[in-house]
């Protein structure tokens, strides 16, 4: 297993170079100013596109919000806040509010174009960076070399950190062995997933709003009892994010790029997941549903990964590393990283009895992201295989299997197992939205610019030689007619 661990850790290292943190930083940059920093412009149409109605093939505009921010929404935002914290100090909170800001932007940009190029597939919509490398690059190596690092990644190397953290959160609330653990959320995940889309979107229209907010309230109380250290926590952020606290003076590359990492695989802008669930919403402009993802990145990061940032930092619960893991602060000594700090927040906060309330909220968590990451998988399964049940079948016997290896693997590993799987699409994602950028930015001009006209936007593929290929489009102008 330590072969298999260092292994695992070096090709993650590899994926996970500067290369690609930089690449996601000025990637957002760049869609942000070419786009005119439509994730602030466009706030209220991002709420108000929110309430929209589905169809017999495509989900609601909030079912694809509510699926998208539940496998957003997962173990990135609390155990993967520590994981930053653990490596590159308080300050890698601030990269994490820098790359959701921007990457909010990059967000809007892969949605709007799986929308663009979705396709219907065995009655349902289907699109993502696979559809639209192929139709709008006509680069078929570049789809399947995504189609096939979301399948490994969502797939097969993410579920194990989920199920990991709702292990460990029941070891420490209620003494409950892992393999139970593992086996249970096994089974209640292959009890949603055999439903498909439809019935993923329904149960995470109904979860997702409920951890979020039972998670909010909590933090809000320990943020009022704690009102006067709330300014010094911010403040240490800030310090730190740029080598202005002594003690964090050294990893402020640390703290970029770790903050970038967890950044991008909590809110998932530019790896190309959310685009996958926003292709199968039914909307009538593919800006539409650009902008819900845009909003549900900042739900992630900007409330969620915040709240557990604060909550860790408040009650002095966690410790930071140098780049040779040599300890600069140890606060809670001999608790590893991770979802434990977060239960130990709360613990030292409010009571032991709120660690068994989190362990209760992180099952929510967890479900809502696993049925995220399996639609994402199985999306591109369709893909490769063209729909064929047997190959579909065969994944989430696949998908199922990894999800209980989670108890049975080294925490370090499967983080590092989840960074990687999450590296290889961000870089094939990322090189066809750049390679693309002018149809996005088309696509939100035309957007604007209907608007401004007094219409109610409707999407015409024509004008932006887009090949209707299942005559999706025309299906919706033939409904507005």
Not at 159 to 168: F, R
Not at 176 to 197: H, R
Not at 332 to 361: D, E, N
């Amino acid at each position: 297993m330590e072969s298999f661990g260092s292994y695992v850790n070096a090709f993650n290292d590899l994926v996970w170079s500067d290369a690609l943190v930089y690449l996601c930083l000025i990637t957002g940059v760049y869609f942000t100013v070419r786009m005119k920093f439509p994730q602030i412009r466009l706030i209220k149409d991002m709420v108000r596109l929110l309430i929209g109605k589905g169809s017999q093939s495509g989900i609601s505009s909030f079912q694809a919000f509510a699926t998208t921010v539940g496998s957003r929404v997962g173990m990135g935002n609390i155990a993967g806040v520590s994981t930053a914290i653990y490596f590159g100090g308080p300050g890698a909170i601030f990269w994490m509010w820098l790359i959701s800001i921007l990457g909010a932007a990059a967000a809007f940009a892969e949605s709007a174009l799986a929308q663009a190029y979705k396709v219907k597939v065995n009655n349902q919509y289907a699109g993502g960076a696979a559809y639209f490398s192929e139709q709008g690059l006509h680069f078929k190596p570049l789809s399947i070399l995504f189609a096939i690092a979301t399948i490994l990644g969502p797939g097969i190397l993410m579920p194990g950190v989920q199920v990991q953290s709702i292990a460990l959160s029941f070891d420490m609330a209620f003494q409950v062995n892992d393999i139970v653990v593992g086996v249970l959320c096994t089974v209640l995940v292959a009890m949603v997933i055999c439903g498909g889309i439809k019935r993923i979107s329904v149960v995470a229209e109904l979860l997702a709003p409920v951890m979020c907010v039972a998670y909010i309230l909590i933090t809000l109380y320990i943020f009022a009892v704690n009102i006067d250290k709330v300014p010094g926590a911010f403040a240490l952020i800030f310090r730190s994010a740029f080598g202005m606290e002594q003690a964090f003076a050294g990893i402020v590359g640390a703290a970029i790029s770790w903050g970038v990492k967890r950044g991008v695989y909590s809110n998932e802008a530019g790896q190309g997941s959310g685009a996958i669930v926003a292709a199968a919403a039914e909307c009538d402009h593919p800006a539409e549903q650009g902008l819900v993802q845009a909003f549900s990145v900042f739900v992630d990061t900007l409330v969620i990964c915040t709240a557990s940032a604060l909550i860790i930092i408040l009650t002095n619960s966690y410790n930071v590393v140098d780049l040779q893991e040599k300890a600069i602060v140890e606060h809670i000594p001999g608790v590893a990283y991770g979802i434990l700090w977060a239960q130990t927040a709360l613990v030292r906060a409010v009571g032991s009895w709120s660690g068994q309330f989190l362990a209760i909220i992180i099952v929510l968590f967890v479900f809502t992201s696993l049925m995220g990451y399996y639609y994402q998988a199985e999306s591109n399964v369709t893909y490769l295989s063209s729909g064929n049940p047997k190959a579909i079948w065969a994944f989430r016997i696949a998908f199922l299997i990894s999800c209980f290896a989670g108890v049975l693997i080294e925490n370090k590993v499967v983080w590092s197992m989840g960074d990687t799987g999450c590296g290889l699409m961000a870089w094939f994602n990322i090189i066809a939205i750049l390679l693309l950028s002018s149809k996005a930015c088309a696509i939100l001009k035309d957007y604007e610019e209907q608007k401004r006209s007094g219409v109610k936007p409707l999407f015409d593929p024509k004008k932006f030689n887009v090949p209707d290929v299942s005559a999706v489009w025309a299906d919706v102008a033939r409904k507005r007619s």
